[in-house]
């Protein structure tokens, strides 16, 4: 999953890029929805709102990431 980090300049370049919906803004910054991110397995070879930032303020969750394979099922059954 990615995070989106508090340097966000709420420009929306990344909301739009989302091919699962999973980028919202709650009025001062944009957030990624763990349960709809998919970074963009699936759809792109590289997650698209990472692409587009311009000050490079969406990272990967220091968590740790999902395997490629829980990724591509979520993308499947979003877009079912």
């Keep these: 999953?990615?995070?989106v980090e508090?340097?966000?300049i709420n420009c929306a370049a990344c909301e739009p890029e989302c091919p699962?919906?999973?980028i919202t803004n709650t009025?001062?910054?944009f957030v990624v929805d763990a349960a709809q991110c998919t970074e963009?397995?699936?759809a792109h070879d590289e997650p698209?709102?990472?692409e587009v930032c311009p000050v490079d303020c969406i990272l990967?969750?220091?968590e740790g990431g999902e395997p490629k394979d829980v990724l591509q099922q979520?993308?499947?059954r979003l877009h079912a």
């Design 40 to 42: 963009c397995v699936g």
């Design 48 to 50: 698209r709102c990472v």
């Design 20 to 22: 699962n919906t999973a």
């Design 74 to 76: 979520r993308y499947a």
């Design 6 to 8: 508090a340097d966000c």
């Design 60 to 62: 990967q969750d220091p």
């Design 1 to 3: 999953m990615r995070i």
């Design 27 to 29: 009025g001062t910054t």
